[in-house]
């Protein structure tokens, strides 16, 4: 019976190993994923820069139209003003034309500033756009080597599912039965765990009398009547 149970603990052993191997492969799509959205997430930012500064040029160019055409009113009202004969009418047109020259002073002064505007914003996109490169290049070094790690665990999970099958195959099929049962049921490692005192080394409860007996002979095992954990006499 002492090598039954040296036997299901290594079964145990392999079983926990091969599961922490499983969760790290399981991890590998979620950390890719994690990368992806980085990687989306940095050139959203990015094209949203692209589109602030287009919006800029877009207002630069309609406030320049719009300059332009309040200027060619101005030409054009200036080479009206020898024509008109009445004082009032002169008057008038040339109060306009002091208005228009005046609205284009501060049409120039606002395009200035978008002006200053464009040259921040386009410097600050030029920052942005190698960071973005950058992070990149950065992502694309993740990636490989997080797909790397999952090619390399997929093997290491053959190799111990490998010994795992074999360190089964040294357990009696009776103990291997139920150990199986009780692995598959769900419960949490560890499922062969010695006694503590009169305490279940798995869920810590204390055990029968009935149990804690059948314990004393050599090599023997029971079930917990609690977790239905296999104990063993230390």
């Known amino acids: 019976m002492k090598g039954t149970i040296s036997s299901l603990l290594k079964l145990q052993e392999k079983d926990i190993a ?6 790290k492969l399981s991890a590998i799509p979620a950390g890719i994923a994690a990368l992806k959205r980085e990687a989306d997430e940095a050139e959203g930012r990015l094209n949203a820069e692209r589109e602030a500064f287009a919006q800029l040029e877009k207002k630069r160019a309609q406030m320049r139209a719009e300059r332009r055409a309040v200027e060619e009113k101005i030409s054009k009202y200036k080479s009206q003003l020898p024509e008109v004969k009445k004082n009032d009418d002169y008057s008038a047109l040339s109060a306009e034309i002091d208005r228009m020259l005046s609205a284009v002073s501060a049409m120039e002064e606002e395009e200035l500033k978008v002006l200053f505007d464009i040259d921040s ?9 190698e960071a973005a490169e950058n992070l990149k290049e950065s992502i694309k070094g993740k990636m490989e080597s997080v797909a790397q790690s999952g090619r390399e665990l997929e093997l290491r999970v053959a190799d111990a599912l490998a010994e795992r099958d074999s360190a089964a195959s040294e357990v009696p099929p009776d103990m291997l039965a139920a150990y199986e049962k009780l692995r598959d049921s769900g419960k949490k490692q560890p499922l062969v765990v010695p006694l503590k005192g009169d305490l279940c080394g798995g869920c810590f409860l204390k055990v029968s009398g009935e149990v804690e007996s059948k314990l004393k002979e050599p090599g023997a095992t029971a079930i917990c009547e609690q977790c239905g954990r296999i104990i063993y006499l230390d």
């Open 18 to 23: 091969l599961a922490s191997l499983r969760g």
């Open 121 to 129: 914003k386009r410097e600050s996109l030029k920052s942005m756009e």
